[in-house]
């Protein structure tokens, strides 16, 4: 029996009554402005470089394991069906999901950290904060804007998708949006709206699932080292009792396609119980909540932290990952210490914009250089920089 598509909720953001675009623009006349910022994210720049930027494992170790952009695909076609299924717009759910890591520099959480530590004395570095400059500032592809001049509703959904940040703005590393809000205010002390939420955990379905499935294919845990957490092993289990003599390969699939079922009908359901209890009329009802209204049932909520302390303890700390993050920050500290001291080395586009070097201005411009590099241009460029044997 097909599933029936509910209706537009009240509390849905509505396209036609979009608060707008910094720069206005003529309407597309065959999009929505939602599926028109969802385009022009996908036809960034930034958006292509993630097809090589570093989950856990580095692009090149396997054809198999997620990247960035695999991760995002993955967490937009979740945002999607959610959003659908509550009456939300899911053009903007899914935008805000293809565009919430944009900002991720090569190497994963190893080049972020790294990042964070070379520009402590410049401002630092924030993976939400890039992820905002690069919509807003750092892409160039219109004749009268810098960035995407996406809608409001996007440029709200992509920086406070998991809460209000007022609380954020003091630090260095959130200037760039501490100026723009209090030029294009984004009602940062707010919630944002459900379809950001959704977007949010939607984020976090997709991270735990394909973590378990990229770990398990690359055996630095195996299916009875998982029986035991929860959902996980419930998903084991009637995977394996749905077909006997059913190939490891197959069986790791089916169990992961049965975790993602759970979270995505437990969210759900929690959410429509939130939503009933509120009964928000509009969009901004569900801003000024006391709490977020998208959400996991509480077992499902304890469930999903067992699982990430499991992911942490036996994958993101496993002696295989820990090697290539060791290198990837090696490189990472090096390719900043070079070009920061040294900004005759950039390209003539980025030396230009870069100035003087050793100033907070350089650091800022290789910051931003560094981080919309992908794992493999990384490498290469740290090859150039360093081997006499490279050349160009």
Known sequence: MAATIPPRASYAEDPAKSRGRK?????????????????????SSAF???KEKTQVFVAHEGDHFRTRLTHSLEVAQIARS???????????????ALGHDLGHPPFGHAGEDELQVQMQGFGGFDHNVQTFRVVTKLERRYPRFDGLNLTWETLEGVIKHNGPVVDKLEKPSWSA???FDAAYGLRLDTWASAEAQVAALADDIAYHSHDLDDGLRAQLFGPEEIAHLPVVGEALAAARVSSLDVPPPRLRHETIRRVIDVMVTDLAAETRRRLDKLAPR????VRKAKQKVVAFSLPIAEANQVIKDFLHARMYRHWRVNRMTTKARVLTTELFRVLHADTALLPDDWRARAGEPGTQRAASVVGDYIAGMTDRYAMDEHRRLTDLSVTG
Do not use: K, N, Q, Y
């Open 82 to 96: 959610l959003a659908t299924a509550l009456g939300l717009d899911a053009d903007l759910a899914e935008t805000i």
């Open 282 to 285: 509009d969009a901004d009802a």
């Open 48 to 50: 292509r470089r993630l």
């Open 177 to 179: 949006i501490a100026e």
């Open 23 to 43: 720069v206005p623009e003529a309407e597309s006349a065959t999009r929505t402005p939602f599926a028109r910022d969802r385009d022009r994210i996908i036809h």
